[in-house]
């Protein structure tokens, strides 16, 4: 499975960015998006389970970020609102390898990864 992200970019602070995470092929697995600034550890973002009916926030982007992921099971969109610049970062989107109802923030559950799409917030 290839990941490819986009839709990052430069916003000020309160504005709004989307990223996508679009796989080769179809994606029947839990797919995650982790953020790591720089001199800082990567972190979860936000998670989705195989079907799309569960997903899963890290405390500092709830009731800001919204994940979705598309019928044809090929994308996944972060909807990033109300951003700070401490959500400046590179975004990764993650993909599992097999598929689960759960949601797992621990990176380590992940095997597929994409390449990173810069988010940059101003103040």
């Known amino acids: 499975v290839q990941l490819q992200a986009s839709g990052g970019g430069l916003v000020q602070t309160g504005g709004s960015l989307r990223v996508s995470c679009r796989a080769s092929?179809?994606?029947?697995?839990?797919v995650g998006w982790f953020r790591q600034a720089p001199g800082k550890e990567r972190e979860f973002v936000a998670g989705i389970d195989s079907s799309g009916s569960r997903t899963l926030y890290a405390d500092s982007v709830k009731g800001r970020f919204t994940l979705s992921r598309d019928s044809a099971k090929t994308t996944v969109i972060l909807q990033m609102d109300n951003l700070k610049p401490e959500d400046t970062a590179v975004y990764y989107c993650?993909?599992?390898?097999?598929?689960?109802?759960?949601?797992?923030?621990?990176?380590?559950?992940?095997?597929?990864w994409g390449q990173g799409t810069q988010v940059t917030v101003s103040s």
């Open positions: 993650a993909a599992r390898s097999s598929s689960s109802s759960l949601v797992f923030a621990d990176r380590r559950y992940y095997n597929y």
């Open positions: 092929g179809r994606m029947f697995t839990g």
